[in-house]
């Protein structure tokens, strides 16, 4: 008799933690932030400050050309290529869902010059104030709460300008996206 109320206790038990298990997996599931969808162009706030980089270079007698930005995945695997599988210079070591332009946080710019040509000539100084185009287009780009790809310690990308909201690529591929106070605090 003694062996059945010691076997009853030890089911009744086991089917508590059950059902105790079963609540908490149906807790987290229920309660599980879906990831965001992928975006389809820039983030409206790398957008309108992409725009005052513009703006704000042309009053210095600069013209800045953006000469990419929203990347969908499979555009990025196509660049991803060239150099490898792709006849060209490597320009990229991020597969499609690897870099920030995937997540609508990254444009590239080049400078134009008088005569409409396009360069990305680091040295050129085309409103003849002694200081390179670039580094006040980069200067101000930083004032603007962009992140310059010149200053990263590998693989300098210097036409790269991003805004990562103080999310990790990781963030970024595992759903998550700037919050809309993190938009509007940056923005200020």
Same mark, same amino acid.
């Given at each position: ?18 059902? *105790?298990? %079963? ?6 599931? #229920?309660? /599980? ?7 389809? &162009? ?62 609508? *946080?990254? %444009? ?6 008088? #005569?409409? /040509? ?7 100084? &085309? ?62």
């Amino acid at each position: 008799m003694e062996r059945i109320l010691a076997l009853k206790k030890r089911m009744a038990s086991l089917a508590f933690i059950i059902s *105790l298990i %079963v609540a908490v997996i149906f807790y987290v599931q #229920s309660n /599980k932030q879906k990831p965001a969808p992928m975006p389809t &162009g820039l983030n409206p706030i790398v957008k309108e400050r992409t725009q005052q980089l513009i703006q704000q270079a042309a009053k210095k007698g600069i013209t800045v050309v953006i000469t990419d930005g929203f990347r969908s995945a499979a555009e990025q695997d196509r660049l991803y290529q060239q150099g490898r599988t792709v006849s060209g210079k490597i320009v990229t070591n991020a597969k499609g869902g690897q870099s920030y332009h995937n997540y609508g *946080l990254a %444009v590239d710019f080049a400078l134009k010059t008088p #005569s409409g /040509k396009i360069i990305w000539d680091m040295h050129y100084d &085309g409103n003849k104030n002694g200081i390179p185009d670039w580094d006040e287009v980069v200067a101000i780009a930083k004032k603007l709460g962009f992140k310059w790809g010149g200053d990263w310690p590998r693989f300098k990308d210097y036409p790269h300008l991003q805004m990562d909201f103080g999310l990790t690529l990781a963030d970024l591929q595992h759903g998550k996206r700037p919050k809309e106070s993190a938009i509007t605090a940056d923005s200020k």
